[in-house]
C-alpha cells in the first residue's frame, strides 16, 4: 500500500468505489457482459447512461441525465465548429514575442524514397494553449521528394521550393520547447522548458530530427486534407481538459518525490494493521504524475 498503482482521476464507481482503468472498463463493470450484479441493479435505478454518475434517487436521475445529455451535445457542435481549413502561407512565426508553459506541436508528412514510403516532414505548426499561432511554416526536406500526398496533406512542389530548411526549423524548435534549459536538466515541474502535447509525437519528432524530454510530453483525430493547426487545436484542446481536473492538494502527490519515500516510516507494523484499507490509502502516493498538476508547476 505504499504506493497506489492508479491515478487519481481514474473513473471510480460511485457504488462499491472500484478503480477502473478506463470509463470503458466502468461501464462493464455497471453494464456489461458480467457486471457486478449489486452494482448493476443500483445502476439501473440511479445511474446516468451518459457519464456513469450515481445520483440520489430516479427523479434526480432523470433531471442530470437531461442536462448530460444536452451538454454531449453542445460538446459535440464545438468540435464540429473547428475545422479552419487549410492556409496557403503559413509563414507565420511570433515565437521570440511569447513565452507560453504549454504548447501543441504536429507536423504533415510527404513521402520519400523511391516508393514515397519514407516520412519526411513537410509542414509544421505550433500553437499555444489559447490557439494563437506562434509558429507555422513548410518545411524543405533534406532528400528529395517522390509523393507530396496532396490527398492528406494539402501540399505542392511550389509550396516546398523555396520553404524553411529542416534545419532551420530544427534548431529554432529545439530552442524554443528547451527555453534556454540544458536537455539533461529538463524536469516536469519547476522547469522552463515547454510542455509539448501532440497527437503521434514520437514521429512528428523524429521527421524533425529532434529530441525531447519524455517527462515534458503529453498525449502520445481525419478526413480529407489534413491541416498540421487543427490537429494543434484538438489535441491542445483535450490536454487542457485533463489539465485542469481537481487535484488534492499535496505538497509531494507523487510516489517518485524524495519526501515520499520512507512517509510510512513513522509507523509501527502493528498500526499498519489496524488501519483501514481507506486510511493506508491515505497514507499512499500515485505512481502516477497527473496533468493537472502542470497547472502548479
Known sequence: MRISYH???????????????????????LIGPLPKQECKNIFSICGCRFCLTILESPNARRIHQERCQLSNVNSGLVTRMAALGLR????????????????ALSCKMVGGGSDGSL??????????????????????????????????????????????????????????????????????????????????????????????????IRYDIHVGIQDPYEDCLATM??????RYQKHRAEAYPVASDTQNRNNFAAWRQNEL????????????RSDYYCWCLDSNA
Open 119 to 216: 516520412d519526411l516532414c513537410g509542414r509544421v505548426c505550433i500553437t499555444d494553449e489559447n490557439e494563437n499561432i506562434l509558429f507555422h511554416t513548410y518545411v524543405k526536406p533534406t532528400i528529395p521528394v517522390t509523393n507530396y500526398r496532396y490527398e492528406t496533406t494539402g501540399i505542392r512542389p511550389e509550396n516546398l521550393r523555396d520553404a524553411m530548411p529542416l534545419k532551420h526549423a530544427q534548431r529554432k524548435i529545439q530552442e524554443f520547447l528547451c527555453n534556454g534549459e540544458p536537455m539533461w536538466k529538463i524536469r516536469p515541474r519547476n522547469g522552463k522548458a515547454r510542455i509539448l502535447v501532440g497527437h503521434g509525437l514520437d514521429n512528428h519528432l523524429d521527421s524533425l530530427q529532434l529530441e525531447y524530454s519524455s517527462s515534458m
Open 273 to 284: 494493521e489496524r488501519m483501514s484499507p481507506e486510511e493506508l490509502l491515505d497514507l499512499s
Open 237 to 242: 484542446r483535450l490536454y487542457t481538459r485533463m
Open 88 to 103: 496557403d502561407n503559413p509563414t507565420i512565426d511570433y515565437m521570440s514575442s511569447r513565452s507560453p508553459r504549454v504548447v
Open 7 to 29: 491515478s487519481v482521476h481514474e473513473p471510480t464507481c460511485g457504488i462499491c468505489n472500484k478503480h477502473c482503468r478506463s470509463f470503458d472498463s466502468l461501464r462493464e463493470h
